[in-house]
């Protein structure tokens, strides 16, 4: 069938609206790429909330070569009204070690937990992974509850230099 040259421009012409239209979709709505990809991991820490503690910038750093250690970096901050307390962590299903042994968070307060001059660690040992893999942590609180992460985990360089596992066990 041969189209005439009017019936081809009437075609083309139908064409392009529904080619806006359909294209015009790309990238809305709740599951857009945007909106999903900031709800995910990222290399900069992970973020979550646990009743009234808030979890932020949470990465795990691998101890030196061959170790077989990690600490995790992050900070804490209980925006309730109640004391709260950090009782439990779990690293890739393995025990982790908090220094000290249970750590509060006052009300409208913060800890920081790993940092180079931080008075907080969480600590683990026998943990084999590569760096950029993430792991499963499970933070556990003494009044809020239990929260899990997909927590990064990098080598000990660059920004994370000098951020080494402390004691465990």
């Given at each position: 069938?041969t189209l005439?040259?009017r019936a081809r421009?009437?075609?083309?012409?139908?064409?392009?609206?529904?080619?806006?239209l359909?294209?015009?979709?790309?990238?809305?709505?709740?599951?857009?790429?945007?909106?999903?990809?900031a709800t995910?991991a990222?290399?900069?820490g992970?973020?979550?909330r646990?009743?009234?503690?808030?979890?932020?910038?949470?990465?795990?750093?691998?101890?030196?070569?061959g170790s077989k250690s990690?600490?995790?970096?992050?900070?804490i901050s209980?925006?309730?009204?109640a004391?709260?307390?950090?009782?439990?962590?779990?690293i890739?299903?393995a025990?982790?070690?908090l220094?000290?042994a249970?750590?509060?968070?006052a009300?409208?307060?913060?800890a920081?937990?790993?940092?180079?001059?931080a008075?907080?660690s969480?600590?683990?040992?026998?943990?084999e992974?590569?760096?950029?893999t993430?792991?499963?942590?499970?933070?556990?609180?003494?009044t809020s509850?239990?929260l899990t992460?997909?927590?990064?985990t990098v080598?000990?360089?660059g920004i994370?230099?000098?951020?080494t596992?402390?004691?465990?066990?």
């Amino acid at each position: 069938m041969t189209l005439t040259p009017r019936a081809r421009l009437a075609l083309v012409a139908l064409s392009v609206p529904v080619l806006v239209l359909s294209l015009a979709g790309c990238f809305n709505g709740q599951q857009a790429t945007t909106n999903v990809q900031a709800t995910q991991a990222s290399g900069d820490g992970v973020s979550g909330r646990a009743g009234n503690m808030l979890v932020n910038n949470a990465t795990l750093v691998l101890g030196p070569a061959g170790s077989k250690s990690a600490t995790l970096i992050m900070t804490i901050s209980n925006v309730g009204t109640a004391d709260d307390s950090l009782e439990r962590v779990a690293i890739a299903g393995a025990q982790g070690t908090l220094v000290p042994a249970q750590i509060p968070v006052a009300p409208n307060s913060s800890a920081s937990f790993g940092y180079v001059g931080a008075a907080y660690s969480v600590n683990t040992a026998g943990f084999e992974t590569a760096a950029s893999t993430y792991v499963p942590v499970t933070l556990t609180f003494k009044t809020s509850g239990t929260l899990t992460l997909s927590v990064l985990t990098v080598n000990a360089d660059g920004i994370y230099s000098g951020i080494t596992p402390g004691p465990v066990g």
